[in-house]
């Protein structure tokens, strides 16, 4: 859908963010929906996007990241009842990657978790109605909870130079910021929550407004701040995001997919004096292991033009073992590369497969992901 600030959209049903005149300024062309409002996702060439993250720096509207806010006496019990990964070290001040899990051990999002005070949480969300999940549960729960969606809008600012550009805004002191912990400060007034995060693989951060009257200032200062350091406005990269295995809800996971499928063991804590929604049935998955996995492919095909929009089988041996999630062409590791997920028996590095593509059938690789800085390294600087 092409950008306009006169005639855009789906009417009033799909939000528009606090940065959404400001992106279309400086050249948002067109616009998909994420949690029931417009996010930038065209900015120019895709790929010089991918550059220019990797090699400066880019700001992207991700307001689309709605946060659901807990608060009240009895806020750390409930946070940890939706969440299977053990939080009673998480400290004031820290951020957290979790699953919020159902039932039946599928996993309903995966937020990354900020907790501002001792019963003061965030979930910053991926792309699915958590903000309901969360409400409902704590009907039932007999908690003292207050289950809300807050007026917050984050911005991510990512790529090498955008410590230069944080400590032009605010100071040397805001170096100190360590991976994936947060700090309150305010630029000029503008009140804003800044955690050392982000969804790109990078050094980067988040900055979320908590004023959305502000949004169109917030956005040109720090486009300003940049501009010595090569600021450009962006969008999330899919390139640099499949490059480093980070996972998009709806595509390479959903509500039928469990932790132990994606090799995310490490985010759920059986063993810990814990009670979650979810935890007897990753107890019987843990016991009895999982029939798929998540793998890491290089597909042997011309370079793919764009990112898949559909899921592409993965054959072997003549029968469907699985499917393609996410992929992409990498323009620094010069192939194609994706996420898919396949039978647990197809799943060892180096096992040969083949992808059915829209222009038919290539060979396919199992390889290890992530497929760029595995140990993050980048992002830890």
Request: some cysteine; glycine content about 8%.
């Amino acid at each position: 859908m092409a950008a306009s600030t006169v005639d855009f959209g789906f009417g009033t049903q799909i939000r528009k963010s606090p940065f959404f005149d400001a992106t279309v300024r400086w050249g948002a062309k067109d616009f998909s929906v994420y949690n029931h409002m417009y996010i930038p996702r065209d900015f120019g060439d895709p790929e010089q996007n991918y550059w220019n993250l990797v090699d400066k720096a880019i700001l992207c509207d991700v307001a689309v990241e709605r946060q659901v806010e807990i608060t009240g006496p009895d806020a750390a019990k409930f946070t940890q009842l939706l969440t299977p990964r053990d939080l009673s070290q998480c400290a004031v001040g820290q951020c957290k990657y979790v699953l919020i899990t159902n039932a039946d051990g599928g996993i309903l999002n995966d937020p990354v978790l900020l907790r501002l005070a001792e019963n003061h949480f965030w979930l910053s969300l991926a792309d699915s109605d958590v903000l309901l999940w969360a409400q409902g549960v704590a009907v039932n729960s007999g908690l003292e909870v207050t289950i809300t969606e807050p007026d917050v809008s984050p911005l991510q600012l990512q790529g090498p130079q955008s410590g230069h550009i944080m400590q032009a805004l605010f100071g040397d002191s805001v170096a100190d910021l360590r991976y994936y912990w947060l700090q309150e400060m305010e630029l000029e007034g503008i009140p804003l929550i800044v955690s050392r995060t982000g969804w790109s693989s990078e050094l980067g951060y988040e900055i979320y407004l908590r004023d959305g009257t502000r949004g169109d200032e917030l956005w040109e200062r720090i486009m300003e701040a940049g501009r010595d350091y090569g600021l450009a406005p962006g969008h999330t990269s899919s390139i640099r995001r499949i490059e480093g295995g980070m996972l998009s809800y709806h595509a390479d996971m959903d509500i039928h997919t469990n932790p132990y499928e994606l090799g995310l063991d490490r985010l759920v804590n059986l063993d810990a004096d814990t009670d979650f929604i979810g935890r007897d049935a990753l107890q019987k998955i843990q016991s009895s292991g999982v029939t798929r996995k998540q793998v890491g492919l290089e597909i042997i095909s011309p370079a793919f033009k764009g990112p898949n929009t559909t899921f592409w089988s993965v054959n072997s041996n003549a029968e469907t073992i699985g499917k393609v999630t996410s992929a992409v062409y990498s323009p620094r590791l010069e192939k194609n590369i994706a996420l898919a997920m396949v039978s647990a028996d197809a799943a060892t590095v180096g096992t040969a497969l083949e992808v059915e593509l829209p222009g038919g059938n290539a060979q396919a690789m199992v390889i290890d992901k992530p497929f760029y800085d595995p140990k993050k390294s980048i992002t830890k600087t």
